[in-house]
């Protein structure tokens, strides 16, 4: 039998009791695609998480009800800026270091892609409602799964060929922050109808490193969007 390739994904911290946390989607779509899921723990020990790194063959940053904090880079904190966990903020970024530095793939989904573009240097919309003009709704509750606007695909993306489609396909939206300067070796690959970045991915063609704003795994078991 073949061995599953050890996909880390990084915890979440539900703030007020100091418990880690995921989504049991992630890891469920991880096993059915035909990985094996590893948590990683939240640690500022350096040491800890690239010995974690060395041991797993790609990465997963997940989504969680916090923001990036905007002093990564550069900007002063909005009003509607939600929670910040710095603990977590440098766990990500360790982890993204050290994955980068073995060439491992990593998918960032949501705040996961939010990260991601911060590690590259890139900069966010910290509020999408109060800071872009004509926004659509980007926040859409419950159902979570519902696939609930349109966003358009770069012609020759990996989003392109991973989703096998067209333009005008339908995503779900659970954000209330975007990519705003697109990072250091990063290409945005698909727009939602106001501009909103809604994926990117790495511009050198050996690298397998890629963003979606919207949540993949809460439709592992059908499309990774809907027409």
């Known amino acids: 039998m073949a061995m599953r390739p050890l ?11 100091r418990r880690f946390y995921l989504g049991r989607d992630y890891c469920e779509a991880i096993y ?11 640690t500022t020990e350096r040491e800890q998480i690239d010995d974690i790194v060395s041991r797993i063959d790609g990465v997963l940053l997940p989504g969680c009800d916090s923001d990036p904090d905007p002093t990564l880079y550069g900007d002063d904190p909005h009003p509607m800026l939600g929670i910040v966990l710095p603990e977590k903020d440098a766990t990500d970024l360790a982890v993204v270091d050290e994955a980068e530095k073995r060439n491992l793939p990593i998918l960032g989904i949501c705040f996961g892609m939010q990260i991601l573009n911060v ?3 890139g900069s966010l919309i910290q509020d999408i409602p109060s800071q872009v003009e004509g926004a659509i709704n980007h926040q859409q509750g419950i159902p979570r799964e519902r696939n609930s606007h ?9 989003i392109r060929e991973l989703s096998n489609t067209h333009d005008n396909v339908m995503v779900n939206s659970h954000h ?3 990519v705003k300067v697109v990072g250091d070796g990063l290409q945005a690959t698909s727009w939602t109808s106001d501009g909103v970045i809604e994926s990117i991915e790495d511009s050198r063609p ?5 963003g979606v704003q919207w949540h993949p795994e809460l439709s592992w078991d059908g499309t990774i969007m809907g027409e």
Do not use: K, Y
């Open 176 to 178: 209330h922050q975007a």
């Open 150 to 158: 349109r966003i358009r695909i770069e012609s020759g993306s990996l």
């Open 206 to 210: 050996d690298r397998n490193v890629f």
């Open 32 to 42: 059915a695609a035909g990985g094996l899921p590893i948590h990683i723990p939240l």
């Open 119 to 121: 590690a590259r240097g």
């Open 7 to 17: 996909i880390g994904i990084t915890m979440r911290l539900e703030h007020h009791t």
